[in-house]
């Protein structure tokens, strides 16, 4: 069973040095939020009955310092030999520049570790140079990336300058990859919530301002049919800050929600002057 990639957002996204340097001062909210997951639907041959699942995910540090990522996935799946249960967890660090991530991801299956990524990703004369500890100490080598942060400044700052389409290369530290991945991204223009939105309540002060519509599509490379096709792609509601919401997630053989439930909103760590 395919286990979701979490900086996906991500989390919730190339990194020239234009984008970036306008999107650098760019202020990214700190917060958690935690997501309700259901089963959207499945082919009929996936064997899956249902799905059910909640994800926390935290956002935090500061322009100065860096960014704390933490997210956990836990679903229930609804087999026909019965119910398995996955948890995913995620930690990672990445450093103001976007120029290092140290990360670690456990990958548990009915509470049993399935697979554990431990490593430090650089950005280092112009490739991404990833050193893993596990699942095997070695080191990979391949074309320049976004990490998670920033990553999601581009996509902030693009959707700013009005550029509705593009694609960029992102590493995460979510998988043991020997490759970047590709992902496309359309942007949509801004948006007011609106009264019936469901997810209004739990926005707070963020339901006052716009959001733009927001959908990803991520590429491992294969071909099938002589055409490349994604490995999945994302749809969601992105506001100013960074907050995702009113995800829904495809893969080949199923798609599943993500709801927003809770919201805490943190104030930005604030930077320590320089000493003289």
Known sequence: MR???????????????????????????????????????????????????????????????????????????????????????????????????????????DEELENEVRGTARLKDGSTVVEYEQPERTEKKFAPTLFPTAQLRELLGKAEAGERFYQSAIFDGTEFADKAVLVSVVVGDPKPVSDDDPEKKVLGDLAKDDFRPVTAAYFDGEEAEGEETSDYNVSFKLHEGGVQRDMVIRYADYSMTAKLVDLSVFKPEPCEPEKG
Request: some cysteine; overall charge negative.
């Open 3 to 109: 286990l979701s990639r979490s900086a996906f957002l991500i989390v919730p996204l190339l990194f020239s040095m234009g984008v970036a340097g306008a999107a650098e001062g760019r202020t990214l909210t700190p917060h958690r939020a935690v997501y309700d997951l259901a089963l959207l639907e499945a082919n009929d041959d996936s064997d899956i009955g249902g799905l059910t699942g909640r994800w926390v995910f935290e956002f935090s540090g500061s322009a100065c310092e860096g960014y704390t990522l933490k997210s956990r996935i836990v679903m229930r799946f609804e087999m026909p030999d019965g119910p398995n249960l996955v948890d995913q967890q995620v930690t990672s660090f990445e450093d103001a520049e976007g120029k290092t991530l140290r990360f670690v991801t456990k990958s548990f299956v």
